[in-house]
T-cell receptor, first 112, second 113 residues
Framework: GENVEQHPSTLSVQEGDSAVIKCTYSDSASNYFPWYKQELGKRPQLIID?????GEKKDQRIAVTLNKTAKHFSLHITETQPEDSAVYFC???????????FGAGTTVTVRA | KAGVTQTPRYLIKTRGQQVTLSCSPI?????VSWYQQTPGQGLQFLFE???????NKGNFPGRFSGRQFSNSRSEMNVSTLELGDSALYLCASSLSQATDTQYFGPGTRLTVL
């Protein structure tokens, strides 16, 4: 996306290890940061999101951290499992909040 | 509550033809966004509609157009199809803003021959 950069583009981890994906955004007014998971042949689904009034949010094995000063946010997956294998997208809204800009995606492969 | 639906799910067209895709949002959602997804290109924003008005448009040629009806259902049209238009077209609905959770439809897979 034009406003959101996502790294790495591919990530291979051993089952049980952690995975971290990082995104940076350019619009300092952005205040909402969702993460989507897209399994092969399926639609993107929201897995977690964070708003700018908090620095971290957790949901079981996944967590998102936000650094507004540096304008970056990260997805953390702990104790990875084979079902975590998918493409993950981060996103951030533009100034007028009518559009979400998506990162290019990270293909995560969990090796058994 | 029923999810976002898209029809048709698959389309095969030839160059020069036109195509219309349909998206029915979740009941109560008034914002519909459209995205083009191609391998290696991620999700490219096409346009967003709210209350029958286009509020934002991505960097796509004028061959790509859309509209929204009073019941919030949305259609997108691609005229004079090119080979490069082959992609998965996804729509997503939300209550009213991009900062509201967006829910995606299953997509329409368009193949241009």
């Amino acid at each position: 996306g034009e406003n959101v950069e996502q790294h790495p583009s591919t990530l291979s981890v051993q089952e049980g290890d952690s995975a971290v994906i990082k995104c940076t955004y350019s619009d300092s007014a952005s205040n909402y940061f969702p993460w989507y998971k897209q399994e092969l042949g399926k639609r993107p689904q929201l897995i977690i999101d964070i708003r700018s009034n908090v620095g971290e949010k957790k949901d079981q094995r996944i967590a998102v951290t936000l650094n507004k000063t540096a304008k970056h946010f990260s997805l953390h997956i702990t104790e990875t499992q084979p079902e975590d294998s998918a493409v993950y997208f981060c996103a951030a809204p533009t100034r007028n909040d009518y559009k979400l800009s998506f990162g290019a995606g990270t293909t995560v492969t969990v090796r058994a | 509550k029923a999810g976002v639906t898209q029809t048709p799910r698959y389309l095969i067209k030839t160059r020069g033809q036109q195509v219309t895709l349909s998206c029915s949002p979740i009941s109560g959602h008034r914002s519909v966004s459209w995205y083009q997804q191609t391998p290696g290109q991620g999700l490219q924003f096409l346009f967003e509609y709210f209350s029958e008005t286009q509020r934002n448009k991505g960097n796509f040629p004028g061959r790509f157009s859309g509209r929204q009806f009073s019941n919030s259902r949305s259609e997108m049209n691609v005229s004079t199809l090119e080979l490069g238009d082959s992609a998965l077209y996804l729509c997503a609905s939300s209550l009213s803003q991009a900062t509201d959770t967006q829910y995606f439809g299953p997509g329409t897979r368009l193949t241009v021959l």
